[in-house]
């Protein structure tokens, strides 16, 4: 078989093979023994969209005509039974061996795991290309880095508003028209930016204040360098708790 395909495929084609040698041989009662549970299950499905199931299904069917019994019996793997034993051997061989291959239809479990892992890929590249993601750039210049930040810091409303550079802060509100100006109301001279809001701004120095004292009790120099910051459970607590005082205090902050 392909090595895409999943050993339920593989019981079940065996199953099918079985059927089909069973009718060749014209016996009138057989017995196919499996360890398959899953398989069996699956066979006891009328209603299965399965194609290997199905193809079972249309040799019972020619037995039925034929006047042959076919009957599946579940026994328990590894226990020592011979038969079951040496079907195990030759799966084995059959693995190794360079032989053609007697079916290459790949489960559709294989399908999605090829284009997550496809579409991942493409994420990094779209991410450490020199053009996009700037503003998130300054938070972990690489897409590696970046998915540490977000595993230590998961998104939500608040910290989504911190990675993005999108939400209440006046920069923001000033590019899409909604204020007049992008000044901070601590000083007019100054662009509220998140950076601003994070770093300088003193209506936000308490909170602030908590995670640079955090930072320096565990021996961390630079409280805004994501990737030390994630090492710790209390500066991570400390900046979430210092971007949720800012998001959730700015809009009656800025009167907006
Ligand atoms: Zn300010």
């Not at 079916?103 to 795991?113: A, G, L, M, R, T």
């Not at 999108?166 to 992008?182: E, S």
Request: charged share 25%.
């Amino acid at each position: 078989m392909h090595r895409s395909c999943s050993i339920f495929q593989a019981e079940l084609l065996a199953i099918g093979e079985a059927c089909r040698m069973i009718l060749a041989m014209k016996h009138e009662l057989a017995y196919i023994l499996t360890d398959s549970k899953s398989s069996l299950m699956e066979l006891s499905n009328p209603a299965s969209c399965n194609s290997l199931v199905n193809k079972i299904f249309k040799h019972l069917r020619v037995a039925e005509v034929m006047k042959v019994k076919i009957v599946f019996v579940w026994l328990r793997a590894h226990v020592g039974i011979r038969g079951n034993e040496d079907a195990d051997c030759a799966a084995k061989q059959a693995a190794s061996s360079k032989t053609s291959l007697a079916y290459d239809k790949f489960p559709i479990s294989y399908v999605k795991q090829h284009f997550k892992t496809t579409s991942t890929e493409d994420k990094i590249n779209l991410y450490n290309n020199e053009n996009n993601c700037k503003y998130t750039k300054q938070i972990s210049p690489y897409h590696e880095q970046l998915e540490l930040v977000m595993r230590a810091f998961p998104p939500d409303f608040h910290l989504t508003q911190f990675y993005s550079g999108h939400g209440y802060h006046k920069v923001y509100l000033k590019r899409f028209g909604i204020t007049a100006d992008d000044e901070c109301p601590c000083d007019a001279n100054i662009s509220q930016t998140m950076e601003h809001l994070i770093r300088v701004c003193p209506r936000f120095s308490s909170t602030r204040m908590d995670h640079e004292i955090a930072n320096r009790m565990v021996g961390i120099s630079e409280p805004y360098d994501f990737q030390k910051i994630i090492k710790k459970e209390t500066t991570i607590n400390t900046f979430s708790e210092h971007i949720k005082y800012i998001i959730r205090n700015l809009k009656q902050y800025n009167q907006t």
